[in-house]
């Protein structure tokens, strides 16, 4: 099997541990295996408990490791100004704007422990027809699917286009633009 590209995409929430060392492990394993490209992808959203130390912590660890990464940020400083998910607020809102302007999400009250105490492996459904305002307090948005189970998400019903440019929305949607093509 040979992969275009995969991903190490700790947090900076807190230190790295053995779970994520073998997570990254087998991930940089198979890269090398698949002669895929390696992305290093810090998910910094979380401002409320990301720190610095941790952010440094990711670095050191991986370079002691000598996990490699083929993408992505060097170091701290190259982190902040290139590569911040923070950075790509803008994509992520319009993105979010287009599914629900699509009707492809929908508001959902239900907490973390009212979801575990529901059982299952996914989204039980319980918020999907409520109508619940998206600007309502303490709502997330949850993607709506074909079935009762929220498991993955149909790109194509997102994003329609069939032309080559916009083909990669499936393949790499880091490198997707929501917006309508222009190259039909």
Same mark, same amino acid.
Not at 10 to 28: D, M, Q
Not at 103 to 121: D, I, M, P, Q, T
Not at 148 to 162: E, G, P
């Given at each position: 099997?040979? !992969?275009? @590209?995969?991903?190490?995409?700790?947090?900076?929430?807190?230190?790295?541990?053995?779970? #994520?060392?073998? #997570?990254?492990?087998?991930?940089?394993?198979?890269?090398? $295996?698949?002669?895929?490209?390696? !992305?290093? %992808?810090?998910?910094? &959203?979380?401002?409320?408990?990301?720190?610095?130390?941790?952010?440094?912590?990711?670095?050191? *660890?991986? %370079?002691? !490791?000598?996990?490699?990464?083929?993408?992505?940020?060097?170091?701290?400083?190259?982190?902040?100004?290139?590569?911040? $998910?923070?950075? =790509?607020?803008? /994509?992520?809102?319009?993105?979010?704007?287009?599914?629900?302007? @699509?009707?492809? +999400?929908?508001?959902?009250?239900?907490?973390?422990?009212?979801?575990?105490?529901?059982?299952?492996?996914?989204?039980?459904?319980?918020? =999907?027809?409520?109508?619940?305002?998206?600007?309502?307090?303490? +709502? #997330?948005?949850?993607?709506?699917?074909?079935?009762?189970?929220?498991?993955?998400? #149909?790109? =194509?019903? +997102?994003?329609?286009?069939?032309?080559?440019?916009?083909? *990669?929305? &499936?393949?790499?949607?880091?490198?997707?633009? /929501?917006?309508?093509? *222009?190259?039909?």
């Amino acid at each position: 099997m040979k !992969l275009a @590209k995969t991903r190490i995409a700790p947090t900076p929430s807190g230190f790295l541990h053995v779970g #994520n060392i073998l #997570n990254f492990s087998l991930t940089a394993g198979l890269g090398r $295996q698949t002669g895929a490209g390696i !992305l290093l %992808r810090i998910d910094d &959203l979380d401002r409320e408990r990301a720190d610095a130390a941790f952010l440094e912590d990711i670095f050191a *660890t991986l %370079r002691f !490791l000598e996990i490699p990464w083929d993408e992505g940020p060097g170091d701290m400083a190259d982190f902040e100004t290139s590569w911040s $998910q923070v950075r =790509r607020m803008g /994509l992520y809102e319009r993105a979010l704007a287009l599914l629900r302007e @699509k009707g492809k +999400v929908f508001a959902c009250s239900c907490s973390r422990a009212e979801l575990a105490r529901a059982g299952g492996s996914g989204y039980p459904g319980t918020c =999907r027809d409520r109508n619940i305002s998206f600007d309502a307090p303490d +709502v #997330n948005w949850r993607l709506k699917t074909g079935s009762m189970w929220i498991s993955y998400v #149909n790109l =194509r019903a +997102v994003h329609s286009c069939t032309c080559a440019c916009c083909w *990669t929305i &499936l393949r790499r949607p880091w490198n997707c633009h /929501l917006a309508p093509c *222009t190259r039909r």
